[in-house]
């Protein structure tokens, strides 16, 4: 699968004619005319913002763009993940056309990796502009074999190079560490991430569903023997979903600088309330592997979680916006997060989630406030805990 990153004639205005590309128009088979585009992504005065990361917004107006961890990269801070809907729920050519008007939009950030998209990773198929986008990949399950999967020096450097094959890149921004292995030593995986950013295969590495004390042994081991630290820890984060961003991430962004990168802001979708009659057949808690998520949500804590999404819907009626582009808003209020990755299937969706960002002004303490007093599971730091 090919997927074509485009330009708007405005983005091509500054180059020359032998230089642009054809492209595919934004609202081609976008499943949302002008009318849903101008709704969505109507922008307020951004007031809010983090003070321990510069955040600037783009010449798009309104996406917002900010460091990933303390690293000089500059991501949107909203992504495009292509877990599960691409190569599975949508088809290609709606897959090009979610990227493309993603790109757009002002998104900066794609999110790959090896196993994705049946192994079919996305393509931003667009060199000329490379430098105007950050494309990441996961190193981790790669095959059957043992030698295909986990994070030995030798299943890193593969991986990356068939990553790059698939992806028709020179290098990915990012390569990220898909897990934990307990079976290969820390140094021999930071080792394997400086190699492959040292032969230019990468620009950083990050970690991906960590744990805290993993992370710091990572960084500890990069200092004591000069090589390149993570940047950026991959974590789920949503309502019911928060310890580990909200207490553990802050902690290790002050100490060594790693930045947030979140996915599954909708909680899979539970927030949106698309299992209140049940499991649609279309939906992602009913496609074959997913039967996990099946009974998460038809189990009693998926129950009550569904129960706190229906009135956090009301709040959002209240805001004027819809429960998505509200729990989106929440997840990028929080400290030290980069970037949110959404998870879409039709452009309708992503046009929806984009506007997510208007919202991010209404985020005040007290907004924030009684959102924790409705779902009643805010986490607290040490340093609470002992006051």
């Known amino acids: 699968m090919q997927v074509s990153i485009a330009c708007t004639e405005h983005n091509l205005k500054s180059r020359s004619s032998e230089d642009r590309l054809c492209v595919r128009t934004t609202n081609q088979n976008a499943g949302a005319g002008q009318g ?37 990269l500059r991501v949107s801070c909203l992504g495009l993940g292509t877990w599960v809907t691409f190569g599975s729920q949508i088809s290609d050519e709606m897959a090009e056309n979610l990227v493309t008007i993603a790109y757009d939009n002002g998104v900066n ?29 996961k190193i981790y399950w790669g095959g059957q074999a043992e030698t295909e999967r986990g994070l030995s020096r030798k299943h890193i450097v593969e991986g990356l190079r068939a990553s790059l094959s698939r992806l028709q890149m020179e290098y990915v921004d990012i390569v990220f560490a898909n897990r934990s292995d307990l079976n290969t030593p820390m140094e021999e995986v930071v080792r394997a991430m400086t190699f492959v950013i040292d032969q230019g295969m990468a620009m950083y590495w990050g970690t991906s569903r960590w744990s805290a004390m993993e992370i710091m ?6 200092r004591q023997f000069n090589l390149i630290p993570p940047v950026c820890e991959q974590a789920e984060y949503h309502y019911f979903q928060r310890d580990k961003v909200e207490v553990q991430l802050p902690e290790l962004y002050h100490k060594i600088g790693v930045g947030a990168m979140t996915w599954s802001p909708l909680a899979c979708g539970l927030i949106t309330g698309k299992y209140s009659d049940g499991v649609p057949d279309t939906s992602r808690a009913a496609l074959k592997g997913y039967q996990w998520l099946k009974e998460k949500v038809q189990s009693e804590e998926g129950r009550r979680q569904m129960e706190k999404a229906r009135e956090l819907h009301l709040l959002a009626d209240r805001l004027g916006c819809t429960p998505a582009q509200l729990a989106i808003a929440w997840c990028l209020r929080s400290e030290g997060v980069s970037a949110v990755l959404l998870g879409v299937s039709s452009a309708e969706q992503l046009l929806e989630n984009l506007g997510s960002i208007r919202v991010l002004s209404l985020m005040t303490p007290q907004m924030v406030f009684e959102i924790d007093s409705l779902l009643g599971n805010r986490p607290h730091s040490k340093k609470e805990t002992r006051t």
């Open 36 to 72: 849903s585009k101008q709704r969505y992504l109507s922008s307020r005065p951004y007031t809010a913002g983090h003070a321990h990361m510069k955040e600037a917004v783009g010449h798009h107006g309104y996406m917002k763009y900010r460091n990933l961890g303390k690293s000089g």
């Open 109 to 137: 950030l794609f999110d790959t990796a090896e196993i994705y998209a049946s192994g079919r990773s996305v393509t931003p198929h667009f060199q000329h502009w490379r430098s105007s986008f950050v494309v990441t990949t």
């Open 217 to 222: 042994e990572a960084y500890s081991v990069a």
